[in-house]
Every structure is written in C-alpha cells, then in structure tokens.
C-alpha cells in the first residue's frame, strides 16, 4: 500500500493562496511556474483536492475548453475530488467526484492507488481532514520565498510536534524544500 502524501507550495507564513484564492505570487517566484520535477510526488498513481483547488485547475488552465491540457499534468490518474456541489469534468479525465467524511471515501481511494502514492494536491483543511483520520503518512512543503497577508491557511489545525518527525530540509532553486513524516496517533516512535 502507497503512503498518503500532502504536497503543497506555501508561503513563508503559511498561506498556500492568497485573499483572492490566486496562485499568482507563486507564479511569480523564479521557476514557480514551471517547478522542478522533483518537488512531485514521484510514484503517485492517485491525486485528490478538494472543490476549490478543483475549480481554480479547471479556470486556470480552461480545462472545459481545452481538455487536452488535463493530461499535461494528471496524466491517467485518476483524480477525486471532495465537493458537495455538482462540478464538470473535463471529457476524457479521470475525475471521481466524492462526498462526506474522509474515511468514508477512503477505501476507493486506496483501491484506486493500487500500491503507488496518493497525493493530497490542494486544500489545507481537506489534507487536515485525512491528518484527523490518521491518514496521512507525510507533509511535503515548498516553502517560496514570500509573506502574505491572508488567505487559504496551509494546514488549518494544531498540530503538535511529537505528530511529525523531519525527513529532510534543501533548498530547490529558491523554494526551501521540507518533507515531514507524519506519525500516527498512538505512535510509540519519538525518533
């Protein structure tokens, strides 16, 4: 079985996109546009976000119009995406809209993955929903050299440090790279 993955660019102070649920101060970071390959996860046979992060894709990129532009980045995989409202898809994605509790949708995901990866690709509070069901096997920031002043917080819940061990810290370009394993509730690991 893959590990559960919440990978995410974020400011220094936290914010994964702005007042105006906008990118473009990440954009506008020396290659935040076109990020290294690297900062991906690697083996990731699954993606999941949450409606909003779904919607901002389909807007950005006009995936309705032009769906081609889907498998740029998703590829085959496929890709749920927790709503409570009706979304399109564009033609020919792989896109599995769920609803209710993390754990509840769970299993599909787990299914689907196989034995490779899931990437929680966008939403703090849904990436906090799969951290509360002891789901989540690690956190990996790209941490971009700005502050704002609001916005999508990165992870909205408290979590304590006996939670997360630190795997690693590099720089990649201008992006400070942070990786954190997640360990599990009742977790007998303080390494």
Request: glycine share 10%; net charge negative; charged share 20%.
């Amino acid at each position: 079985m893959g590990r559960i993955i919440f990978d995410t660019a974020t400011s220094l102070n936290g914010w994964i996109a702005d007042e105006h649920n906008s990118l473009g101060w990440l954009f506008a970071v020396e290659h935040g546009d076109h990020p290294d390959s690297g900062l991906f996860p690697a083996d990731c046979t699954v993606m999941v976000c949450g409606s909003t992060t779904y919607q901002w894709l389909l807007d950005e990129q006009d995936l309705l119009t032009h769906p081609e532009r889907w498998q740029e980045f998703h590829g085959n995989r496929p890709t749920f995406v927790f709503t409570s409202r009706q979304l399109p898809a564009p033609p020919g994605a792989d896109v599995r809209f769920v609803r209710g509790p993390v754990t509840d949708a769970l299993p599909a995901i787990r299914a689907a993955a196989g034995h490779g990866d899931i990437w929680i690709v966008g939403g703090g509070d849904l990436a906090g929903q799969f951290l509360d069901a002891d789901a989540l096997d690690e956190i990996a920031l790209s941490v971009a050299p700005v502050a704002l002043t609001g916005g999508a917080p990165l992870l909205p819940r408290r979590v304590e440090s006996h939670r997360l061990r630190l795997e690693s810290a590099t720089a990649v370009g201008q992006f400070a790279r942070i990786i954190y394993r997640v360990l599990p509730l009742h977790s007998g690991d303080s390494s």
